[in-house]
């Protein structure tokens, strides 16, 4: 009954709410509806606790209370790795005050094992404020740049962008997804300012320009924390605040002046204030002073680079203002043209009435910055293209607003993928752009310089189908069927394993023999490889682990069963050189294969424990594919790699292959007069082929990119090892096949009698029946 007043009571508050004065709102969660916050602040549990407002009162209105706020600054502590990663010691960090909702940097740079950035998120909890919790958090530290950086983003000093400009400057360390997201942090503090600085204009574009130098596998991984999105979009909205300040009217009736020493040149005379780059230029127009409405962008021709008429080439690089009364054939026609755009005299009018004063255009000349975190199906051919009218907040066109693209590959038609598009912050889409051909076919390639015409703003390129011209989405069709064929491969060598060990369990004839013994200790080995390779190792046991310690005996384990099947191969390969070609007087000492197996399953743990003695940060899991970000690969990495696993497999082969060589020469030379053992010579090398390993082969052209066609080969042949044993040592011997045969005979053989008994004893009930019936009816 109290819990049902409670209910009434706060409810009563939340309708009449609307009505009551309120003081002023820092942050309101939006679209909160009663209900959701009657849950929200556990009125389910405490009836007479609403909500604490900001001052710690009961609060009147829980719709307000529960959506707004601030958890205050914070000390605490989290546990941190050391340098090699074994031990964890604590450290003092800290949070600042952060409104209800948001997530807050940590003052000293916290990193999960992927190297992304750990936040803590201020929430409610049981209607009060609180921190979420970081008791189950182990971090790792950064290189000194992003710990820079991280403090930078964090204080947001006043001079925030000076000093990340010299930060990037002076560093020699590449940037990382975590540098370029407090880059990205540090960008939207500078935007929430009141106060717009110019000044910092050309230090943004340097930066943009460091982190477009950026590897793509990086930039992709940033996209994944939308730092790149963040970065972009932070960057152009601070540029388009600033032409009220950088081409006012009164500045019209100036000469045009350079500043040379940052490609940054004032054509006040015509409304322009020009920052060019080769990779990023931004132009802010002001209309007013000369009716110029838009830029063209062109290449110089090499006997004209360094003599631009308005000296602003970079590089053979140069622009022109364009006015509302440009004809496009004129503005197609000239020579070299990049991309151009401009908004014709009509559509200026237009959109001067709705409060249109200035244009802004920025030019990417690379597409670093437009990160598909999906599988991209179209990527851009030519430069990104940027248009905005500050103040506009709606970004469609009363009309249309026509702008030129350099076809990236003149062999594209529209039937192929090719044409205008714009970017989303998510993907590339075209819907909305038309993009003109000068033939009505379909199939036909377009154009040099494409005329497209779009009803709205934002940034424009000319699109391609991805597969046209980008090698890593092959790649990564490439690896979906090396995927495929590595699962049936290992699927396959696992049923053949298991046929082997169903063989030797069943027949002790097979068993008994010492190659036997021998096999089963190498299909033993298989069987374990390849069931750590097929995710056996994520299993509940290391789950309990943490996560860097179940990486570190995940990638341990599979190490230690790989060398151990290439010890037994070894070893094999040793016991078949001493039979083909040492054939009188072969001799084999006295326990021999508990030898054998002593040596192949305790000496692969001499690199195995001293890996994981000396370098365990070498198992640091990485991403296994530029395609699977969420995916790690737990195995050894840099030194340890090339001495734990590559080393020792490279020498191993190369034995093996040694002594194929010599036995498939031994054998040839015993056989050459018989033309009839061609076959068994053949089949011989099959199987040493695969009984030694030499297959790995394959996968060593493969890692050293000696061409593709080796990475289907070593798919094809290594993963099929157990089963290639499976069809020689069950199939294709006589005596197991004629011992399964037997098997098979027998059981039917004993079908057959079981029913014959069968068919006996009801013959046997039947006469005993009818002969009682005789006896009963004669006493009758």
Request: aromatic share 10%.
């Amino acid at each position: 009954m109290l819990r049902l007043l409670g209910l009434c009571w706060a409810f009563r508050f939340a309708l009449s709410s609307n009505t009551t004065s309120r003081s002023t709102q820092l942050y309101v969660q939006p679209h909160l509806s009663i209900g959701k916050c009657l849950d929200y602040c556990h009125f389910r549990f405490i009836p007479f606790l609403p909500c604490i407002d900001d001052i710690q009162r009961i609060a009147n209105s829980p719709a307000e209370a529960c959506g707004r706020g601030y958890c205050d600054a914070e000390h605490f502590e989290l546990n941190y790795k050391t340098g090699d990663e074994v031990e964890v010691e604590s450290r003092r960090n800290h949070v600042e005050r952060t409104r209800v909702g948001r997530w807050a940097n940590l003052r000293e740079l916290c990193l999960d094992e992927r190297g992304f950035p750990v936040r803590r998120k201020c929430g409610i909890r049981n209607g009060t404020r609180e921190w979420e919790s970081l008791s189950n958090v182990t971090c790792r530290g950064g290189q000194q740049l992003s710990s820079n950086l991280n403090r930078l983003a964090v204080e947001s000093p006043p001079d925030m962008i000076s000093r990340l400009s010299d930060l990037l400057r002076q560093s020699q360390e590449p940037l990382r997804p975590v540098d370029i997201f407090s880059i990205a942090q540090i960008f939207e503090s500078l935007l929430e300012k009141p106060k717009k600085d110019p000044k910092v204009v050309s230090d943004l574009i340097g930066i943009c320009l460091q982190v477009m130098a950026t590897d793509r596998e990086t930039l992709r991984i940033s996209a994944e924390l939308n730092a790149t999105n963040t970065l972009l979009s932070n960057f152009e909205d601070y540029l388009d605040a600033l032409p009220p300040q950088l081409v006012p009217k009164e500045s019209c009736d100036v000469e045009a002046k350079d500043q040379s020493h940052v490609k940054n040149q004032i054509l006040s005379h015509v409304g322009v204030h020009a920052l060019i780059s080769n990779e990023l230029s931004v132009f802010f127009v002001n209309p007013e002073c000369a009716n110029v409405t838009g830029i063209a962008i062109y290449n110089l021709p090499t006997d004209r680079k360094g003599n631009s008429t308005s000296g602003s080439n970079v590089e053979g690089f140069d622009y022109s203002p364009l006015s509302s009364s440009e004809s496009l054939e004129n503005i197609r026609a000239r020579k070299g043209l990049q991309t151009a755009a401009f908004l014709p005299e009509q559509l200026w009018r237009e959109l001067k009435q709705k409060g249109a004063t200035f244009l802004v255009f920025k030019v990417y000349t690379s597409d670093s910055l437009f990160v598909e975190t999906e599988s991209p199906v179209r990527m851009p051919s030519s430069a990104v293209i940027s248009i905005s009218i500050p103040g506009m907040e709606d970004n469609s066109l009363p009309s249309k607003l026509p702008f030129f693209l350099r076809n990236g590959n003149e062999n594209s038609s529209l039937m192929e993928g090719g044409g205008c598009g714009y970017w989303n912050y998510e993907t590339w889409l075209s819907d909305g752009i038309t993009t003109c051909s000068s033939s009505d076919s379909l199939d036909t390639p377009l154009d040099p310089v494409i005329l497209c015409h779009a009803d709205h703003l934002t940034q424009f390129s000319f699109l391609l189908g991805i597969s046209k011209i980008q090698t890593g989405v092959d790649n990564y069709e490439d690896d979906r069927t090396l995927d495929m064929i590595t699962n049936v491969g290992l699927s396959l060598s696992l049923v053949g394993l298991l046929a082997i060990f169903l063989t030797a369990a069943l027949f002790r004839s097979f068993r008994r023999l010492a190659s036997t013994k021998v096999l089963l200790n190498l299909c033993l080995a298989l069987a374990l490889q390849t069931l750590f390779f097929m995710d056996i190792g994520k299993g509940e046991l290391l789950r309990r682990l943490q996560f860097s310690d179940r990486c570190l005996i995940a990638g341990a384990l599979m190490q230690y069963f790989l060398l151990v099947v290439f010890s037994w191969m070894l070893i094999i390969g040793f016991l078949q050189f001493k039979r083909y070609v040492k054939v009188v007087g072969v001799t084999y000492p006295r326990h021999y294969i508990f030898m054998s197996a002593l040596v192949a399953w305790t000496l692969p743990l001499v690199p195995t424990l001293a890996l994981v003695k000396l370098d365990p940060a070498s198992y640091r899991p990485t991403q296994a594919s530029p395609e699977m970000p969420h995916t790690v690969l737990c195995y050894p990495s840099g030194h340890g790699l090339y001495l734990g696993v590559v080393l020792p497999i490279a020498l191993v082969t190369l034995a093996n292959a040694l002594m194929v060589g010599y036995i498939s020469c031994s054998v040839y030379c015993a056989l050459h007069t018989r033309g009839k053992h061609v076959l068994q010579q053949l089949r011989l090398f099959v199987l040493l082929f695969f009984l030694l390993g030499l297959t790995w082969i394959f996968g060593f052209c493969s890692y050293f990119q000696w061409g593709r066609v080796f990475s289907y080969l070593f798919c094809l042949t290594a993963t099929l090892q157990g089963f290639v044993l499976f069809v020689y040592f069950i199939i294709l011997n006589k005596d197991n096949r004629r011992a399964w045969f037997g098997l098979i005979c027998n059981f039917k053989s004993k079908e057959e009698m079981d029913i014959d008994a069968l068919r006996t004893q009801e013959k046997s009930a039947l006469s005993r029946t009818s002969q009682m019936s005789v006896q009963s009816s004669s006493t009758n």
